[in-house]
């Protein structure tokens, strides 16, 4: 069975890795889903470097450093090049840089769905927006 190609958004990650109740139990199953291949999961350059930066409160600098190697070896990684930066500035529908290159590195991924909390702020993208809960069950329904 083909396995659902889908953008995990920041918030998600950040939900798993500190525990953020009440969304720590969906971040974690989509994230075991992801790391284990059972979802293909992708992530931004630029959302690993943001991970990198929020986490320094709760993780030292080794730590944060093997979370993010662990998301690396086991996740796609789409890189923004300048092309993909570009095209989210010249549009003047997306005027919040980051949610622009998560939709931008989901279309130019032809990835199904983004995974996040922030609906409204994917309402603008080719790339349809879904929570947590919705992509746990479209999961379940594909099994």
Known sequence: MKSIRVLIDTNIVLDWLMCRKPF??????????????????????????????????????????????????????????????????????WTDLEDGLQMQ?????????IVTRNIKDFQDSSVMPVLPEQLISLYNSRQ
């Open 105 to 113: 590195c989901a279309l130019r991924e032809e990835l199904e769905y």
């Open 24 to 93: 720590q139990e969906h971040a974690r199953f989509i994230m075991e889903k992801c790391l284990f291949g059972d979802l293909d999961g992708y992530l931004t350059a630029h959302s690993i470097s943001d991970l990198f930066y929020i986490l320094r409160k709760d993780f030292d600098v080794n730590k944060r450093k093997k979370l993010l190697l662990l998301l690396c070896d086991n996740m796609n990684v789409i890189i923004e090049d300048k092309d993909t930066i570009r095209t989210v500035l010249m549009n003047e529908k």
